[in-house]
């Protein structure tokens, strides 16, 4: 009896803790670490707990935007890296990024208002090079480019968006699709590349991509 009472006041204690930190370790913009970045939006929160966020002055965060737990958060490749542009990562107003998701920016990630995504996300504007066989792959890089999410647009749980990626407005993107390059305003796309396989107009609605040709034009 006595220890499941005191099995029972231990889990009491540690959701206690978990909930005392879960608040007093979310990063906002009145917070010590929030008054880090170069814009930090009021009513946004970064969810306890963190993973990697550096170089912070580089990463601006609109306004009523939430950022899951363990988001991977960075400009440039190391902390403390004098980076080129700024911001170099840019998210909107009213955003949601899911848990365990990565946003790994160089040169400039632009994410506008109202996006949200789902889980696991990784969204990056450099990738690795490979060409030479006399140098390992972690150590070549490719030129950056930039990377652009649309007002209102949707990732789902898994999505991969690499460097040169364009996505319009009011994009719907199935989960674990990889986007490599341009998707039109009002379309759903998903696969490996992500392919637009419905796109919205105001003359004929919501239209099965067989009527379109890769870019989505008519």
């Keep these: 009896m006595i220890k499941a009472r005191i099995r029972v006041l231990k889990e009491r204690l540690a959701h206690a803790v978990w909930g005392w930190l879960s608040v ?22 970064i969810c306890f707990p963190q993973t990697t966020i550096f170089n912070e002055q580089y990463i601006h965060i609109g306004a009523n935007t939430m950022i899951g737990s363990h988001v991977a958060l960075s400009a440039g490749m190391i902390p403390g890296q004098e980076c ?14 899911g848990r365990g998701s990565g946003i790994v920016g160089h040169l400039a990630i632009d994410i506008g208002n109202d996006v949200w995504t789902g889980h696991h996300v990784y969204i990056t504007d450099q990738n ?12 070549q ?17 898994g ?8 996505i319009g407005k009011h994009v719907a993107v199935g989960a674990n699709s990889v986007v490599t390059g341009a998707l039109p305003d009002y379309c ?5 590349p992500a392919r637009v396989i ?3 107009s105001k003359e004929s609605g919501w239209v099965a991509s067989n009527y379109f040709n890769e870019d989505g034009s008519n």
């Design 128 to 139: 690795h090079g490979y060409e030479n066989v006399d140098i390992p792959i972690s150590q």
């Design 84 to 97: 080129l542009t700024n911001p170099v990562v840019r998210i909107g107003d009213r955003c949601l990024i």
């Design 198 to 200: 419905k796109q919205y």
């Design 141 to 157: 890089t490719q030129m950056e480019r930039a990377v652009s999410i649309g007002d209102g647009s949707w990732l789902g749980a």
């Design 24 to 45: 007093h370790g979310s990063i906002g913009p009145s917070t010590a670490r929030g008054k880090r970045f170069g814009a930090f939006g009021q009513n946004s929160i």
């Design 159 to 166: 999505t991969v968006v690499l460097p040169g990626a364009q």
């Design 188 to 192: 759903v796309a998903v696969g490996v």
